[in-house]
């Protein structure tokens, strides 16, 4: 083999090495192109069924039953429950008002676990006339409350107790 030969397969090689790096570069943006597009559409439908969520009419639409309006409404009070006034209700007024939620919301289950925990920890009561051991029961309902407040937001793509009240004030 003679230089001439060496060289032209060492050029050869450089420009395809260029190439396939100019290749992977091209590649790479039209990925990230792709990806940054696929990113925009998913942020415009979650905005647009965010919108339509908090635009939605307080008129009755043509698919929906008493019963499914029923159940929206009851998503809804879930989702307007605020844990803070949630905690306070139950640690000042004892069972009731969590049992005022509870109706409001259809959703006994927080309501039960706190009495339980109250009527278990009343024997100490009398201890700490129920400054302190009052807290755990209190504590145990409103967990309870936010957990399933949190999921209706979640479900309803809101984020805060005041835009469930926005939604329910319009729709209803």
Same mark, same amino acid.
């Given at each position: 083999?003679? @230089? &001439?030969?060496?060289?032209?397969? #060492?050029?050869?090689i =450089? *420009? !395809?090495?260029?190439?396939v790096?100019?290749l992977?570069?091209?590649r790479?943006?039209e990925?990230?192109?792709q990806?940054?597009e696929?990113?925009? @559409? &998913?942020?415009l439908?979650?905005? #647009?069924?965010?919108? =339509? *969520? !908090?635009?939605?009419?307080?008129?009755?639409?043509?698919?929906?039953?008493?019963?499914?309006?029923?159940?929206?409404?009851?998503?809804?009070?879930?989702?307007?429950?605020r844990?803070?006034?949630?905690f306070?209700?139950a640690? !000042?007024?004892?069972p009731?008002?969590?049992?005022?939620?509870?109706?409001?919301t259809?959703?006994?289950?927080?309501?039960?676990?706190?009495?339980?925990?109250?009527?278990?920890?009343?024997p100490?009561?009398?201890?700490?006339?129920?400054?302190?051991?009052?807290?755990?029961?209190a504590a145990?309902g409103?967990?309870?409350?936010a957990?399933?407040?949190?999921?209706?937001?979640?479900?309803?793509?809101?984020?805060?107790?005041?835009?469930?009240?926005?939604?329910r004030?319009?729709?209803?």
């Open positions: 083999m003679t @230089n &001439e030969t060496m060289t032209d397969k #060492t050029q050869t =450089e *420009a !395809l090495k260029a190439e790096e100019t992977k570069a091209a790479t943006e990925l990230l192109a990806a940054e696929r990113k925009q @559409n &998913e942020e439908q979650r905005l #647009t069924a965010q919108k =339509e *969520a !908090l635009e939605g009419g307080g008129l009755p639409k043509a698919g929906d039953t008493p019963q499914s309006l029923n159940r929206k409404m009851t998503d809804i009070e879930n989702a307007r429950v844990t803070w006034a949630y306070a209700g640690y !000042l007024t004892g009731i008002m969590p049992l005022i939620v509870a109706n409001r259809k959703n006994y289950g927080p309501f039960w676990a706190g009495l339980a925990l109250g009527v278990a920890s009343l100490f009561a009398f201890v700490d006339l129920a400054i302190f051991s009052s807290i755990p029961a145990l409103t967990a309870l409350q957990q399933k407040s949190n999921k209706k937001r979640e479900e309803l793509g809101i984020v805060s107790p005041e835009e469930a009240d926005l939604l004030f319009r729709q209803f």
